[in-house]
């Protein structure tokens, strides 16, 4: 099939090149030129594992390209996507300006039947006005063509993106054209061979979908993380309480992790926008409200352990602080707890030594030029000198340390713990003062 993807990002490139690797011929195009430079020269502008492979294979066969020419773009795809941002406006709701850009875009050339597409994340009632967006321009032109507009919400995770989008657990298609359904269902027949994994409803349900699943996510993240502050009050172990309650089929074990509070593009953006679209019907949404704030307090929970082990004022004092990205195997720092806990630290005088696998780039980009951050070549280096470690974001590399050579590299024995990766008593044996996130503190008697 012939498909267009607009937007070539963390959504919009997986999907071109997920769909070209199923034989599709697909045409990516951004209003970004150099990330299109990047594109065409070879190269891929995010970290996501095993993007690059997939890419190059389906760039060298043709199935794949990228552009920033639009007619040429809208010419070749029956099937338009649209995978372009939709960040918080002021108010909290989804900045539509990009996705309605994009719509105007496909109105101002197209000459023959469409399908658009919406893959971005947009609140209830957005394919409207896609549509209306696309009447308009075609009016302009007083031209008249057939066009339908469908949802399809992304639900993959950065860091495992191919994976989700190759092998999903769901799509959902929100469409109310029977020629639309019947595209659809042929496009994504091959993600679905063996499982019919497709679920079409009506386009309001599936635009709604989309926020319900991480608003239920992101509910259940700040629930462990009350849960945690509760847990170090009473003596209890958020990991086992985890283990408990997972067993259960109807909790599940997945998404229950307590830890330095969730970030991303996604959850605080959805939490807003579906809070917004609420307030907007006169449906006061209380538990999401909650749910943001607990969000908010939680991303200072590791600035108030080291307050409460090394006092109010941190001048003079170092930190070694591992993981920027605000999940590992991504280099995305959108929302990441770190810039907070990074904000708290410098704020009362310390000095931060940071490192990450992959987003160090792009956190000098997001920090600026905040004074007292320095970025590390290694975990190691980043422990030179240092006061004590405070972990942010749970990388492979940082869940089998050598414990001695992090007691010997600091000026004094204290880990931070913002992701539980390690088992207390084994910290403590080496010698460490251990603080995680709802836990006991693992404190060795001679320190
Ligand atoms: N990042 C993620 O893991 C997921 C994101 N989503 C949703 O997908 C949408 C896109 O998210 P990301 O890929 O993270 O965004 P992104 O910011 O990484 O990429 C968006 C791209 O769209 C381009 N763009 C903007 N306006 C354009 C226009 N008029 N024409 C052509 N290109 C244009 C931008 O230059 C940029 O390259 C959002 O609505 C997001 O909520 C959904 C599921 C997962
Ligand atoms: O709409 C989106 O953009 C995507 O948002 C999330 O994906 P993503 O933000 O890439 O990453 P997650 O793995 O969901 O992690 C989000 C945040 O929650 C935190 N988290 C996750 C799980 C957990 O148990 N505890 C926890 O604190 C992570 O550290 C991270 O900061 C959803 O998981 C995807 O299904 C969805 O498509």
């Known amino acids: ?172 298609v929100g469409a109310d054209d029977e020629r639309a359904v019947l595209l659809m269902r042929a496009l994504y027949a091959s993600f679905t061979r063996n499982h019919d994994r497709l679920q079409i409803m009506d386009v309001r349900s599936a635009e709604f979908t989309k926020y319900a699943a991480n608003a239920m996510l992101a509910t259940r993240i700040s629930f462990m993380n009350e849960l945690a502050q509760l847990a170090e009050k009473v003596g209890a172990d958020i990991d086992m309480v985890r283990r408990g309650i997972g067993s259960d089929p109807r909790i599940g074990t997945h998404f229950l992790y307590a830890g330095a509070g969730y970030g991303g593009s996604c959850f605080p953006k959805d939490v807003k926008a579906l809070v917004r679209t609420g307030q907007e019907h006169g449906v006061k949404l209380r538990v999401l409200e909650a749910v943001e704030e607990a969000n908010e307090q939680q991303k200072h929970v590791l600035g108030k352990k080291v307050v409460a082990r090394f006092g109010e004022d941190l001048a003079g004092r170092t930190f070694a602080l591992w993981g920027l990205a605000f999940k590992p195997d991504t280099d995305d720092m959108r929302e990441a707890p770190s810039l907070v806990v990074i904000a708290d630290l410098v704020r009362r005088g310390a000095r931060v030594q940071a490192y990450d696998p992959v987003a160090t780039e792009q956190a000098r980009l997001a920090l600026g030029d905040v004074a007292g951050v320095s970025f590390a070549d290694s975990a190691q280096a980043a422990l030179s000198g240092a006061d004590a470690l405070v972990i942010v974001t749970e990388w492979r590399e940082f869940r089998s340390p050598d414990f001695d050579a992090i007691r010997a590299a600091l000026k004094q024995p204290v880990v931070i713990d913002g992701r539980n990766l390690f088992e207390p008593a084994l910290v403590k044996a080496h010698g460490l003062e251990y603080f995680a996130i709802g836990r006991a503190n693992a404190v060795p008697l001679k320190t």
């Open 1 to 172: 099939m012939k498909v267009t993807v607009i937007g070539t990002g963390y959504v919009g490139l997986v999907t071109g090149a997920c769909l070209a690797e199923m034989g599709n011929h697909v045409v990516c195009l951004d209003v970004d030129e150099r990330k299109i430079r990047v594109l065409q020269d070879g190269g891929i502008p995010i970290h996501e594992p095993g993007l690059d492979v997939i890419v190059q294979r389906n760039v060298a066969v043709g199935r794949l390209q990228f552009t920033t020419d639009v007619a040429a773009a809208v010419a070749h795809g029956t099937l338009q996507f649209i995978g372009v941002g939709t960040p918080p406006d002021e108010d909290g709701s989804a900045d539509l300006q990009h996705v309605l850009a994009a719509a105007r875009s496909i109105g101002a050339h197209m000459t023959d039947y469409k399908i658009i597409v919406d893959k971005s994340t947009v609140p209830v009632g957005t394919a409207d006005r896609v549509r209306e967006a696309v009447r308009g321009e075609l009016q302009r032109r007083g031209m008249e063509v057939e066009f339908a507009v469908v949802s399809n919400p992304e639900f993959l995770k950065e860091g495992a993106a191919v994976g989700d989008f190759m092998r999903p657990d769901r799509i959902i």
